[in-house]
């Protein structure tokens, strides 16, 4: 059974059992706690937790992972072992509170041993300590053998992270033969003997903050079945390196390295890390990842990093990672689409990440290899020069670690971790802030009271019943009524209602303000959002008398910033559709921020995109605009949507149900936020800026309508005033500004004349100050190279020794000029050598020129330098 057979025979054994069957979630989980999905119930933490209802009580996934970061990381151990991968599959089934252990422990032996047609007799079972019932199911109901179940401790417990849905687990294992190791089953016998194939959790607690185990709201199963692992079993072969998905990519390996597997244990790892890595970086790149210096991003840096160092160790001096991913979506394109959609862009960013990392791979590895010669026996290679290697050579610290492990040394880490927060000390702005979650069991009562918060899109205003005030965090209480406001006191409160027309802030989208009514004050709402998934919150400053809840209010938002928000929004999605057919459409949204004075787009993008590609864009997006084509805004599922072509933006989560919005007859995208009805009520779209904001991220703001023709009037002010300033006219306003340009350059060659000649006439002042040949002197208020020229003209017209002037610019700082006769005895760095110090200053000190010139901060120094240099020269 190969890959694909596998895949299809769990699908359709687990929709037989009643399962709906969900595609894979992405690689970047919604989880703040966790750097990526890790596990097949990542995705439905929240449905464990009964923060959100799934979309059935039974679910069944094939969910695509990387454990590569964090708590959750086996990158250390990839090639080396057989059992770990930084990218693998989760086969999973999934009850929310629906059946539990006796359903989910019959079911699982009835598919590994019928379905997939395991051994029963090569089969053992684990079970955690404390489970009784499992230990009772497996024997009584299902017919194992009671000395092939085993109780173990922590490796029967399983958790998602240090907090979060967790319970004991009872895992199935395959007894792969005598011949690979020790007997005794799991635990006690080989790990190398004994694989694990199946792990069933059965998810009963949630781990809070403090540590502690509370029941969860529903029980529920969590099924963790590795298709690796199963395909070494089903397939019959040695190590999960043979099974058919890895066979392809390392013949791939192979035949860019020139190096033959299975001749070389060490090249072996190396070959293995290749096809490994190869399926990370491909999937990670594809689902939003870029290789950065921070989190997520600095993970893929170092997987792309640790592939391109072990090509070198090969010695192989041309590019591997495009051809590896190439072979990725070869083997795999078929089950997962998006790799393929996406592959010239996943090409082109590891291309030029292995190509930038090449450049200093050389010089790297040999400052490391001298580093390591002076080391003693045993000695530890200084964190300094990991931190150079790091901050310099791009080489993550681990990498380092690794080769030094090769060679049995070890990192001195503290070092290391020093001058990294040393440097983060310096590069950290002032100031920050600390959010402090606050408690939300208030909303979700809310919700179980009233159900979900009804959103009112197309309606400006209407008549609602509050069902809740809620003093915010910090600001004091509403009392025990609930009620805010009353004796001339302005509160900062919480007011939810059964509906709304105030849109709460989500995909980019500022929350709306405006107004709420009630028939014994008023409250002025500054912001809206979700308190939960469902409930909308409105953040509001009572302005008089008290709001209560029970009453009926009128609730009307700020009609007019709502009409420039909704067309700085639609602006944003027809600005992406042009980026894509200017840039590429590789082009994917990273990040945005709509309200009513601007809109800004973070994309991702790898070069700064020039005035002529930003002019096409912003032609390209009015052009589209005045075709004034309709905006159409509805709700479809997601297939349909998929089906339309429409664009899924960053950051947002999407249901089986989504907003599609088609701005015009190109852009289609999926939005849940509010828009025009026609592309011309967005007006004139002018963009104000562009920048990078990171590694291969790029941001542009711009404006529209009022705000557009503010903006050119603002413009055409300070042009009309600028041309009177010049004695001009708007259009002759180039013209003029040549004209004085000219004439400036004209007034400064006169003021330099006038210069020289002043120096010339001072010389002779200075040249009688001469002791022994030379000239130590003071003279403020002139320029640099007004004083290098006395210094010269002092020189050249006493025939002296040496000539030494200081003084204090008027445009500040100090200035030290030395100029000796290129015949003569004195040295122009030996005269100023100690003054610059003083100054606080300094001068290159390439060869031995006649004349040198220093400059410096320290004014107040002046005179104790020129005394130093007069002791220099001998006087």
């Known amino acids: 059974m190969d890959a694909h057979a596998l895949r299809k025979a769990f699908t359709e054994f687990w929709e037989s059992k009643g399962h709906l069957p969900r595609p894979s979630a992405s690689l970047i989980p919604h989880d703040p706690t966790l750097l990526f999905t890790v596990a097949g119930m990542v995705p439905f933490k929240p449905y464990f937790l009964g923060e959100e209802e799934p979309p059935g009580p039974r679910l069944t996934t094939i969910q695509k992972c990387v454990r590569a970061g964090g708590k959750h990381n086996d990158l250390d151990d990839i090639g080396r072992t057989n059992r770990h991968f930084t990218f693998f599959e989760m086969m999973g089934n999934f009850s929310f509170g629906d059946y539990f252990k006796p359903e989910a422990i019959p079911w699982a032996w009835e598919f590994v041993t019928e379905t997939l047609g395991l051994d029963p007799e090569r089969l053992w079972i684990t079970v955690h300590l404390s489970d009784d019932d499992a230990e009772r199911i497996w024997i009584e109901d299902v017919g194992v053998p009671a000395e092939r179940v085993t109780r173990l401790d922590e490796d029967n417990w399983w958790a998602a992270g240090d907090t979060g ?5 009872s895992e199935i294992f395959y007894d792969l033969g005598p011949e690979y190791g020790e007997d005794g089953g799991p635990g006690v016998g080989s790990d190398d003997r004994f694989v694990e194939i199946w792990n069933l959790v059965f998810m009963q607690y949630e781990r809070n903050d403090e540590g502690e185990l509370e029941p969860l709201p529903k029980t529920g199963i969590d099924t963790g079945a590795g298709l690796e692992r199963m395909l070494t079993v089903l397939q019959g072969v040695d190590s999960a390196w043979d099974i058919d998905i890895f066979v392809a990519l390392l013949d791939t390996a192979q035949k860019i390295t020139g190096v033959a597997y299975g001749e070389d244990p060490e090249r072996d790892v190396s070959l293995r890390i290749f096809a490994d890595h190869a399926r990370a970086v491909t999937f990670l790149i594809s689902d939003g990842v870029f ?67 090449r450049r200093t791979l050389a010089a790297g590895v040999a400052i490391l290899d001298e580093a390591l010669e002076q080391l003693p026996p045993g000695g530890r290679l200084p964190g300094e020069v990991a931190f150079k290697l790091h901050d310099t050579y791009g080489f993550p610290v681990e990498i380092t670690e690794e080769i030094l492990s090769e060679r049995g040394l070890e990192l001195e880490r503290e070092g290391f971790e020093s001058a990294m ?32 918060s009804e959103f009112l899109r197309d309606v400006d205003e209407v008549d609602a019943r509050i069902l809740a005030v809620y003093p915010l965090q910090g600001s004091g209480d509403t009392g025990d009524t609930g009620e805010a406001g009353g004796d001339g006191v302005t509160a900062e409160i919480e007011i939810v209602t059964d509906r709304t027309p105030f849109y709460p802030e989500g995909g980019g989208q500022v929350g709306d303000t405006g107004v709420i009514v009630g028939p014994s004050g008023a409250a002025r709402v500054v912001d809206t959002d979700y308190a939960v998934p469902g409930v909308i919150r409105h953040r509001a400053s009572i302005e008089r008398g008290t709001i209560s809840p029970g009453e009926i209010a009128h609730l009307a938002i700020d009609a007019d910033r709502r009409a420039a928000v909704r067309r700085n929004h639609t602006g944003t999605h027809i600005l992406h559709w042009a980026l894509r057919q200017v840039l590429g459409a590789h082009v994917k949204q990273a990040g945005s921020h709509v309200d009513d004075h601007r809109l800004r787009f973070d994309f991702s993008h790898f070069d700064a995109v020039t005035p002529e590609e930003l002019a096409r864009i912003e032609d390209l997006a009015n052009a589209e605009i005045l075709s004034n084509e309709p905006v159409l805004h509805y709700e479809t599922t997601m297939d ?27 852009s289609i995208e999926l939005c849940g936020g ?22 291969n991220l790029r941001r ?36 003029a500004v040549e004209r004085r340009l ?42 640099r190279d007004d004083l290098r020229e006395l210094a010269l003209a002092v020189r050249d017209s006493g025939a002296l020794r040496a000539v030494v002037l200081g003084g204090v610019p008027e445009a500040g700082g100090v200035a030290l000029v030395a100029a000796v006769d290129p015949e003569g005895d004195l040295r122009a760095a030996d005269l100023l050598e100690q003054a610059a110090r003083t100054i606080q200053g300094g ?7 006649p004349v040198i010139m220093a400059g410096g901060r320290n004014a107040e120094g002046l005179d104790e330098a020129l005394d130093q240099v007069r002791s220099a020269a001998g006087l």
């Open 640 to 666: 349909v949507a998929r089906e339309k072509g429409a664009i899924a933006f960053f950051g947002d989560k999407y249901g089986d149900v989504v907003r599609v919005l088609e701005a015009g007859s190109h």
């Open 742 to 783: 000219g004439e400036l350059k004209e007034l400064k060659a006169e003021i330099r004349d006038l210069s020289r000649r002043m120096a010339v006439g001072r010389a002779s002042e200075l040249v009688a100050q001469a002791v022994d040949g030379v000239v130590v002197a003071r003279v403020d208020s002139m320029e």
């Open 165 to 169: 849905p967790c319970g004991p687990c």
């Open 291 to 357: 290789p950065s210096n921070e989190d997520r991003g600095y993970v893929l840096r170092r997987i792309i990093r640790r592939a391109v160092r072990h090509a070198w160790v090969l010695g192989v001096q041309h590019n591997v990672m495009p051809q590896l991913v190439d072979a990725v979506v070869d083997v795999m394109g078929a089950a997962y689409p998006d790799i393929v959609e996406n592959q010239s862009f996943i090409r082109e960013v590891v291309e030029k990440e292995e190509t930038r990392f």
């Open 843 to 849: 001068f290159g000190r390439k060869g031995n020129p």
């Open 674 to 695: 509010t828009h025009v009805r026609a592309l011309g009520d967005i007006g004139h779209l002018r963009i104000t800026s562009e920048s990078s904001i990171g590694s």
């Open 421 to 452: 927060a040393h440097q983060r000390e310096q590069a950290r702005a002032a100031g920050g802030f600390e959010a402090e979650a606050g408690d939300t069991s208030r909303y979700r009562e809310l919700q179980e009271q009233f159900g979900p």
């Open 700 to 735: 542009i703001e711009a404006i529209t309508g009022m705000a557009t023709v503010s903006r050119l009037r603002e413009d055409e002010e300070l042009i009309l005033d600028v041309a009177q300033r010049l004695g001009s006219t708007p259009e002759e306003l180039g013209a």
